[in-house]
């Protein structure tokens, strides 16, 4: 009996450790590990989640809609770039698994709807997408919609993983078309039911019998919150150059040799922002901006929680890019450049890899200082909530998938203490998220603390990996602003900006690090594409907002480029592998199959 006893204490202590191993790890990380106590400073620090390594024996199924553009600028190569593809996903499915595909012109159609893919099922859906046929105007909105709401709506059994999967050449030109409009219609029914036009035959994706959404007992919608995205706008850019992670300042006060140093040389990040501050960039409204005032005069925008991520596919170079990378930020997906037929066994590899492991969803981490400290700038592409101004926020994360790091970097303004402290509480965050390996909801209390001696230690240096997150964060804001600046014909003042910030990375402290190496070359490359009109309309504009993406987020989209092998999982690298190895089989098949 005892021996009994002993046998089910040490089970359930394996038990626990076990479920121990399959959370996610949480870390705080300070830029310096000492702050004298009498300084007041500007103080960057980094909140980092880990996720475990999973790799289930039977993979989770799941719901994956195609929503396939079928507009008279996607006929030719493009159109049988997109089948060739689609007959590719459907053949890697298992029976457990169900697509359903959505094609639309200036009509939206649900040509397939959600099938489980057995036999039969793959052979529905080879013949669906073999029948698509390109001509046509493009309601991209109606029928990124109807794939978002064949989800919702579905009255039959759900998986947890969904996702729809958007492949065009996003050239939207019917119904809503600007990308604050259609990103708008993803969350909110009001507003997409006003872009669809009742008098016509074409659409039925704006019908209000289609809101009704089924609710299942093992569906777990992921949470929408308000977000806020980093701003710039000709008003808010001086206060971004002067606030966000990629303007750290260094620590003050420094010895008095450091002082003299900064007298004779500038730091190398406020140099960066001398030279961005010197490009005078001139007043201008961007269709988001026009839409945001027009939403604040009107009605507001009402979220609803989209229960599945979406995920989006430029073809060729011509693409809006910008619309894609906005539509997948909104989805927690990624956005995609399918420049050739190569590029689609690592793309798709890695999307399905991605997806089939998640570790975790809904993610929410609440930021809240202590002890008189404020949040000077949290400046992140993730959904931001204010709690209240400039002491609580909570950030949400769709999800993270096995192995990925998300690392979010934010200043906050420490104040000057009297006396020593050797744990100085600096912020509490609090992580709550719903554990796919355990099938359980998780909390945890993290309190991060700073150490505050009279003086600072001498040759204290910068926290490494911090610094290269932070170099991270600089390269992604770098590519967003130059996009703006590039797309407003500012060409010059775009180079400028990249130039600048080359330049900061190569200063900093892990510049030859090789993950920062390939970050420069990443925006070497952009300045390529910003050499002129051509250059930035044909391979700029694509590139660039698809390195935003991927580093903003720390997740893969280009397997050509070195940067991005951070971000490359074992489950993706997996996929990709298997992809490539049984794709040119694949396209030599898949027209015989039935």
Known sequence: KQNKQIDQSMSSSTSSQQDEQKKLTFSHTNTKESIAASSAVKHLVMASLKAPVFQPVDRAPVDLVAVVDRSGSMSGSKIKLVQETLEFVVQQLQATDQFAVISYANDVSTDLSLTLCTKEGKAAAVKAIRAIHASGGTNLCGGLVQGIRLLQDHKGTTNDIRSVLMLTDGQANEGYSTPADIVRAMTDKAFANKGFDSSSSSSSWGHSNRFQRHQNANFRPQQSMPQQTISFTQNSYQQNVNNSPMIYQQLQPVQQQQQQQQQQQQYPIQQLTQQVNNLNLEEKEDEEEAAEEKETTAEKSVKTPLGCTVYSFGYGNDHDAKLLKDIAEEGDGVYYFIESSDDIPTSFGDCIGGLLSVVAQTLKIKIEVQNGCTIDDLSTKYKLKTIKAKEIYEITIGDIQSEESKDIVFTINLPAIQGESKKFNI???????????????????????????????????????????????????????????????????????????????????????????????????????????????????????SQANAHSYQRSNRSSKVSQMAYVTKSKMSKRSQFMKNYKIGRASCRERV
């Open 427 to 545: 912020i509490q965050y609090s992580l709550d998220y719903f554990n796919v390996i355990t099938e359980k909801f998780e909390k945890e209390k993290t309190m991060a603390s700073v150490k505050r001696p009279a003086k600072e230690p001498e040759n204290q240096t910068v926290n490494y990996s911090l610094d290269k997150q932070n170099n991270r964060i600089i390269a992604a804001q770098a590519l967003i602003e130059s996009s703006r600046l590039a797309d407003a014909g500012q060409l010059d003042k775009a180079k400028a900006l990249v130039a600048a910030t080359i330049k900061t990375i190569k200063a900093s402290v892990t510049h030859a690090d090789p993950f920062c190496v390939s970050l420069v070359k990443d925006l070497e490359e952009c300045v390529d594409g910003l050499q002129d009109s051509t250059s930035w309309g044909s391979f700029g504009r694509n590139n660039a907002n």
